[in-house]
């Protein structure tokens, strides 16, 4: 199905419960300019039959690696990074399966490696799926460290055409949403930290790099369509939780910065969504203050790895 020329590269989709995405955002990348890749699929203990479906469709081309258990964003992929090291990759291209790439993206991220060699992460334009005119959703991150080391998106929410330049471009960080890594990277500073179950951890991962010299580029030529959905337009309580407990164990890992500063970072993410539950559903605000400070309380403590009460919780409407 994929020719082999060139660097070798490795396509790691993390699926969980939904192969629909994964399938689509896979036929997208058969359409790609590029055919020098090896697409992975592992399968995050979906536990809906979503792995053995997967295999099936896409038969023996494309391996697809299973998890027991649901072991997060990090260790997701790990699995799939290490099957891509031990089959001698060049890259790995961390990819989410909500998503689709147009054709050149590929060619656009390795042309950017082969031209800056102190990239050690190539990021691309990410678009909000569906979006018309097309809207960006990120266009690199920066850190306000001073500030709480608040991780902020450039550009999201603007049009497209606002960005109207071609070359790339330096930044604090890339998403993990479609990130090209080098594969000295990770003999650099080893595999994704898993100690944030969700959020968080490409961000560490490319801090960590950057101390070794490693930087951060994004492509604006390298286009994706996120496709993230919410019916409700409601925080899901395993962000509310582990993205506020992530930003706080971040911090604490990178700065010296007090909590009380830590937290003052963090009033802008929980008061926006708190005012949206307050609004689009009145009765679900005493779980969402619960998830709130759950996740303050175990960030200031230091825990790690999966909450299993807040990943078994839905928000109103799903």
């Known amino acids: 199905m994929f020719l082999t020329r060139g660097p070798r590269v490795f396509v790691i989709l993390l699926n969980y419960r939904n192969p629909a995405d994964t399938l689509r955002c896979l036929a997208s990348l058969r359409r790609s300019s590029s055919r020098d890749m090896h697409p992975v699929v592992i399968d995050n203990a979906s536990g ?55 054709a050149d993206t590929l060619q656009a991220l390795l042309t950017t490696m082969a031209l800056r060699p102190e990239a050690g992460f190539v990021g691309s334009l990410n678009l909000f799926g569906d979006s018309d005119p097309p809207t960006i959703q990120f266009a690199g991150g920066r850190i306000d460290w001073e500030g709480g080391a608040v991780a902020e998106s450039i550009g999201r929410g603007k049009p497209l055409a606002s960005r109207p330049g071609r070359d790339p471009y330096l930044v604090d960080y890339v998403a993990g949403t479609s990130i090209l890594v080098r594969r000295r990277v990770f003999a650099d500073v080893g595999l994704l930290p898993e100690r944030y179950f969700l959020y968080f951890e490409e961000t560490d991962f490319q801090v960590t790099a950057a101390e070794k010299g490693w930087r951060s580029v994004v492509n604006p030529l390298a286009r994706v369509w996120h496709y993230q959905a919410s019916a409700t337009g409601l925080p899901a309580p395993y962000y509310t939780y582990y993205y506020i407990r992530g930003r706080i164990l971040f911090a604490r890992k990178f700065t010296e910065l007090s909590d009380e500063t830590i937290v003052s970072g963090l009033h802008g993410f929980i008061d926006g969504w708190r005012t949206r539950v307050a609004e689009r559903a009145p009765d679900w605000l005493s779980t969402y203050d619960k998830l709130v400070e759950w996740g303050l309380a175990d960030g200031k403590a230091g825990v790690t790895g999966s909450r299993p009460d807040v990943d078994a919780m839905r928000r109103p409407g799903s």
């Open 48 to 102: 809906n039959g979503a792995a053995e479906r997967l295999a099936a469709a896409l038969g023996p081309a494309v391996p697809v690696l299973e998890s027991a258990v649901n072991v997060g964003y990090a260790a997701g992929n790990n699995i799939g990074i290490q099957h891509a090291l031990e089959r001698d990759a060049d890259f790995v291209w961390i990819l989410n399966p909500d998503t689709e790439v147009e």
